[in-house]
């Protein structure tokens, strides 16, 4: 069966340190991961994915994300955390036409 | 061009009625989704069209909840019965035809059920 966790309910960092939101999957064949980001009162928005080739992607707002094969994991980070960065994080995999989304990580980034 | 569009955007009704939510998907975006979002809770996908392919309904959580789609466009989320656990946040996106493609989300629609 094909699942995504995020070990993490809520991040809390200091505005200027880096940032990781841990995510890990378990998918049959291939994993073709994704991150979304939901910003209060707003829908989901597409941050980046790994599809294949180099195992660090980069996306938008300067994070990016590392897929790691051994670990099987995909976890989203960024050097410099913004205030502006704060909301609810979403790791999602793509397997046989069907996303499944983690339960989401809810960051805080305090000033 | 627009984003996806979803309404009503807010919906309180009785247990026991029937409510019909709509979206709208990207101009030109063959894969349509939907999903629902409880408080506080991930994405629990429901129901995937694809172009004109039988559309994959094996989230769908009871026979009280179908949809349907014409063609490459509209798409309509029906619950008949509304039981109170369905109040929820449900979300609609779409996606090119190319596979692996991200998703685009539409606004969602807040449905109480009373």
């Known amino acids: 069966a094909q699942s995504v966790a995020q070990p993490e309910d809520q991040v809390n960092v200091a505005e200027g340190n880096p940032l990781t939101v841990k995510c890990t999957y378990s998918v049959s064949g291939n994993p073709y991961l994704f991150w979304y980001v939901q910003y209060p009162n707003r829908g989901l928005q597409f941050l980046l994915k790994y599809i294949t080739g180099d195992n660090l992607v980069k996306g938008s707002y300067g994070f990016e994300a590392e897929f790691n094969k051994s670990q099987t994991s995909f976890h989203l980070k960024k050097p410099s955390a913004l205030v502006s960065d704060s909301a609810l994080y979403f790791c999602a995999v793509h397997n046989f036409n069907k996303f499944y989304f983690g339960s989401g990580t809810k960051l805080n980034v305090k000033p | 061009g627009a984003g996806v569009s979803q309404s009503p955007s807010n919906k309180v009704t009785e247990k026991g009625k029937d409510v019909e939510l709509r979206c709208d998907p990207i101009?030109?975006?063959?894969?349509l989704y939907w999903y629902r979002q409880r408080l506080g809770q991930g994405l629990e996908f429901l129901i995937y069209f694809q172009g004109n392919s039988a559309p994959d309904k094996s989230g769908l959580p009871s026979d009280r909840f179908s949809a349907e789609r014409t063609g490459e466009s509209v798409s309509t989320l029906t619950i008949q019965r509304t039981q109170q656990e369905d109040s929820a946040v449900y979300l609609c996106?779409?996606?090119?035809?190319?596979?692996?493609?991200?998703?685009?989300f539409g606004p969602g629609t807040r449905l109480t059920v009373l």
């Open positions: 101009s030109g975006h063959t894969a």
């Open positions: 996106a779409s996606s090119p035809r190319q596979v692996y493609n991200e998703q685009f």
